[in-house]
């Protein structure tokens, strides 16, 4: 510190000026310089005052190095007189320097060229810059601002002295200023906030009769900052009376006090707006009298506007809902309260007043077995999983029954945590829509004739029961049955008794099953079992001989008795195969099987069955090529006259040579044909060739030669009319119809087809004689022929093969030829292989014969040479 001068005394310091000088006052400092108290001449001597007055230096001393200020005394030659520590801390001085007494002008050239005040002394408030840059030399500002700088904000006051002298003192307010920007940045938030989320709050002192509001309500009155002193009474005028009736209830009602309150009112602005604000506060009370009130209060005109035009939107769309026919439902989340439209209420037979406007009033009546699942997808769209909700179930009506409907809904509002608040949806019936449903599953899974599974529905139940089988091991049966003669039936009494046979057929089936076991039928006259739970295959036995033994009994349709029978083909899971097409394919092959041994039996699938199935594929494929490539010829067998033994008739048969096979026989390859649909093309060649040899032979042989023509049923069936008749090919060949006779099957005749009907009268028409081949084995009878103006028939190799005297053979062989002639037929003998037939067939009447006793079918040439010398009374001979 210092040493302290003693300072001259002045009696009074003169005003400041006006224009904020500094005022000259030294009261202060007469108490700091040791002025002694009144009277004390008087009482002390020197000494004495020398004392007191050194006593009060040091307390000056001790007072002026302890004050937070800095101290810095000039006197009238501005020379620092006196200064304190603080002064050269806060100012950044060497008491050295000070101790020096540098003038003003010094000090301050000391601090411009350290760089205290910064370039161009911008560290310093504007008001003392000019002052700060000119050495101190102007008049000094009473009070001003500068930065240190290390950042520090210092006040720098300057008062002075009526000696001339100055005092200056340093405060550092770096604090201050730095509370007073944080102050500033707080209001300017707080009123940015308020202006953001149009936020104010107001005081109201009922005692003082006072108001003090925020900067928000003048913005949300629409009021000037400047020009509007808020009170009590003008206040009011921003409430309509409606608001100010409700604030009477809410706040003003003694029975609340204390009271906070919560409301959402009408206000009107300076301006004249109506807006909406919410106001939240609390009433102080004393003696029942309010005291203050204060509130928040939040302009929420937009969101009522909102909410007004969201209510419209409902309204409408609950509107446009139930002009749909669909009920609507409108849910409060969180209390459970759910509103039912009439619509609704009518759907399900109620009136408003039957049902609680709750969510429990529909779920309770809901079908149990719905409820679960109903309430998952509920829960899942509440929790925000789904988008909408939906689901489909059952509701009990007020009269007990149920209907089914499609609830749709949605969550429309969520508070600010995400959870639901509001769901609304509709109903809507479908329980015809269900029905419907239910009638087309059925339909596309069961068979509406029997009502047994249908192919589809085999299939699914076969998946499941494979995945059993393989699960516990089990074997598996799938048996393919197929009715015989079914067709047959079919067609000669009619669709309406095939169905009944059908339909008892079924139940014959089902009979001998076990519940476990699976009947389906898959189209017509097949059928399809799957037997599960076998242990022991003899069982499958069992259950089939049954099958077999039941289908075989005579079905009684209409008062008429009619038989049938069934042939099965049988394969076993996991033995044959283990895939539901390879098993299907095997049961297939070895009913194929069944019915080539002969019908009436089951058959197991083999691997043989398996490669004789391959060959069939490989002979399709092969057939295919062969007419290209001229492997086919046709070979003819002669007919003989019994009578006379004389040929003018031959029958014309396939042949086809295959390059790896050799020689393959008519009776497999045939059937591929037909079943392939190959039969036509390969038909409508063996008509050529035939066509060509009966026009070499009539001229060559014999006039009325007549070759015969086999026509499969497939080739009626299949009737190609862009081919030109053959009538219309014979006669472009210059001869008649009945050069050539068309043979046909027995079961062909019982087709039931206007067309192939018509195309075998249209044989007859066009001259062309028709052929019954192989008579005997189906089911027409003679008399049935007869409309069909059939020429010949062929009794079947199977009665002539055993044909001796006196055996059943001979009469049936008999009693056809008979009634034949009756009839005006002609009948041919087939399968002739010895003179004994021959005799017996001739004997009875029989008109021709054809077989190996006579010839085997043989080439053209052969024929030919036969014919030449048979014809020329040379008696027939085997070839
Ligand atoms: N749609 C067509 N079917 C045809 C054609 N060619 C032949 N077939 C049919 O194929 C089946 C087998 O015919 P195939 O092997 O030629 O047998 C015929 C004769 O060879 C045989 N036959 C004749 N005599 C005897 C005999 O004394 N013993 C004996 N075991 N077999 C004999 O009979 C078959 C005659 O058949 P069909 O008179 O037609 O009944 C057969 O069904 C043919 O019809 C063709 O071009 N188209």
Redesign the pocket.
Known sequence: MAKLPVLPQTPSAPPGDSHGHPARDDSDWSTLEGRAPTGLHATFSVDELEKQLLEQTGLLHTTLSNISQGILVFDAERRVILYNAQACHLLDLPPAFLATKPTLSILLQFQLQRGDFGPEAALVGQSAREYILGGGHLHPPRRFLRTTPAGRTLEVRTRMMSTGGMVRTIADITRYVQAQADRQHLERLSSEMQATAQVGAWDMDFANDTVTWTEGIYRILELSTTDYVPSLEAMRCFFPPQSLERIAIACDDTQLQPGSFDLELEMVTAKGNTIWVHMVGSTQWRFSLPMRRTAIVQDITERKRSEATWREDIARWKLALESTGDGMWDLDVRTGQEYFSPNLLRMYGFVEKDIDQSIHALDARTHPDDVPRMMRDRQAHLDGRTPVYRNEHRVRCKSGSWKWVLSRGMVISRDELGRPLRMIGTHTDITEHKAAEAQIWQQANFDTLTGLPNRRMLRSRLEQELKKCRRDGHKLTVAFVDLDHFKEVNDTLGHHHGDALLIQATQRILGCLREVDTVARMGGDEFTLLLTEIVDTRHIETILAKLLCTLGEAFLLDQQQVYVSASVGVTIYPDDATAIEDLFRNADQALYAAKDAGRNRFCYFTPELQHAAQRRVRLTNDLRAALAVEQFQVVY?PIVELATGHIHKA????RWEHPQRGSV???EF?PIAESSGL?VEI?EW?FQRALEQVCRWRQRLHPQFQVS????PVQFEKVDLARSRWIDQIRQHGQEGNCLVV?ITEGLLLSHSDEVIEQILALSDDGIQVSL??FGTGYSSLAYLQKFDIDYI?ID?SFVRQLVGESTDLALCQAIIAMAHALNMQVIA????TAQQRDLLAAAGCDYG????FS??VRSEELEALVLRTNRGVTPMRV
Do not use: H, M, T
Not at 651 to 654: F, G, K, R, V
């Open positions: 067998q029958e014309a048969l396939l026989s008519p009776g045939i039969i038909g063996v023509v086999n026509k499969s043979e081949d192989d062929k190799q087939e399968g002739v292989e054809q077989g190996y006793l085997r079918p």
